[in-house]
């Protein structure tokens, strides 16, 4: 394992180191956003998804885009100001008074995003060997949810429910991370690949394309529907912590359950995903999905904390399986000539994230977070929806590959 991590290319170090410290300070403010915009901003329920929906929004809205302008004007120069601006981005948070304020500023948090972890990802991927590269973006993948476990407890305990102080750490570590991320281009530079000349991608022609795919369209509409279940954690959940009567400080409970979603994450991946890999690429989908959806409805039940605590684990094993082997199943569903159209429109399913925020927002203002069930049962039977669609893409798939081991033995 060694020899293994010393060939990997110091800027692919300062990216993973890079990713950890902003995990980490994001997930002790931005997650904690809802919560403030109704306890200190009073906004309502609904005014809160929309504005905590928008960053979602604007990702996808770019996010088609984001790999082909690396190519066109180069890693390094998108990657600077993406990263730069992302730390004006959390300033403008930090100093923002109004509702209209953080719209804007989550607009942006969303659009920087959206331009600066695709590119990264690609860099990641030009500067190292075949080999290595499965290595690489697990150790990524780690850097992750290794932020994640600590950044919420530390909000927690800053008060990120309550202030947007935090938001100023954030755009101080991203200003650090800008610099060191400056100064390794400088030193890597000629270790660096030269830029792509790239076609822009016609998005017309990729719709049509991946539309009469019989296996892909039902996976892409499948997955919105988990994507849709998975953003009920961050954003429905916050809220419906904050505000139950159930639960004395839903605040400090929903930072643990960040963290604990986490550490969840780190135990299980392996595992999980080894158990996995040998089955059909859509019954991992299919079962996360229904684990998600039982959770969700787990959580309108639940009133304790263990409960919760097993909701969230439930979630988690979940979330693993949807999100590690959706790659897998798109690489394997997509003609060769159009993988990459296939990995870029897949990413439309985040529109699920867009939807997710308003409507829990909607539920809340119509039953109130004391009325857990009313709130959670309509999200848990939404997110069950994707199960059809992705049962319909296996036996497509199933019928696929029959055909065209067929068709490979009679020549």
């Not at 010393?6 to 410290?21: D, E, K």
């Not at 995990?23 to 956003?33: A, D, H, N, Q």
């Not at 607009?107 to 499965?134: H, M, Q, W, Y």
């Not at 909701?311 to 094993?317: A, C, G, K, M, N």
Request: contains cysteine; aromatic residues 12%.
């Amino acid at each position: 394992m060694k020899q293994y991590l010393r060939q990997i290319h110091p800027l692919a170090w300062t990216i993973i180191i890079g990713t950890m410290f902003g995990r980490l300070v994001t997930s002790m403010s931005i997650p904690f956003l809802s919560i403030y915009l109704t306890r200190v901003l009073e906004a309502t329920p609904t005014q809160t998804g929309i504005t905590v929906a928008v960053s979602s929004l604007a990702g996808v809205m770019v996010s088609f885009y984001g790999g082909y302008i690396s190519d066109r004007i180069g890693r390094k120069i998108v990657m600077l100001i993406s990263v730069f601006s992302w730390a004006g981005v959390f300033f403008i948070f930090s100093a923002a008074e109004h509702l209209w304020v953080f719209f804007v500023a989550n607009t942006l948090n969303g659009l920087c995003r959206a331009v600066f972890e695709p590119t990264s990802r690609a860099l990641l991927s030009d500067i190292t060997s075949p080999e290595n590269k499965l290595l690489v973006f697990n150790l990524r993948y780690a850097a992750v949810n290794l932020g994640v476990v600590f950044g919420p407890i530390i909000g927690f305990q800053l008060g990120s429910s309550e202030s947007t102080f935090p938001f100023v750490i954030s755009g101080l570590i991203y200003i650090a991370y800008g610099l060191v991320l400056f100064l390794q281009f400088k030193l890597q530079h000629a270790n660096l690949p030269e830029r792509h000349q790239a076609t822009a991608p016609r998005l017309r022609e990729a719709l049509i394309t991946t539309g009469r795919d019989r296996v892909f369209l039902p996976v892409l509409i499948g997955t919105t529907f988990c994507v849709l279940g998975y953003g009920h954690f961050s954003s429905t959940l916050a809220q419906y912590l904050a505000r139950s009567p159930i639960f004395e400080n839903g605040s400090q409970m929903f930072s643990y359950m960040l963290s604990l979603n986490a550490v969840t994450v780190l135990i299980i991946q392996y595992p999980l995903v080894r158990t996995f890999r040998n089955f059909p690429p859509l019954v991992p989908l299919i079962v996360g999905n229904l684990l998600v959806a039982t959770s969700l409805m787990m959580v309108g039940i639940a009133e304790g904390v263990l409960m919760m605590m097993m909701s969230v684990i439930l979630f988690t094993i979940g979330e693993v399986l949807l999100f590690t082997m959706m790659d897998m199943l798109i690489d394997r569903i997509a003609k060769p000539e159009w993988k990459g159209t296939y990995f870029g429109t897949i990413g439309f399913n985040n529109i699920g994230s867009v939807i997710a925020p308003v409507m829990g927002g909607l539920l809340l203002s119509q039953f109130g977070a004391e009325n857990g069930l009313a709130v959670f049962v309509p999200i848990a039977l939404t997110t069950a929806l994707g199960v059809p669609f992705l049962l319909i893409a296996h036996r497509r798939l199933f019928v696929r590959e029959k055909q065209a081991e067929s068709t490979s033995l009679s020549m």
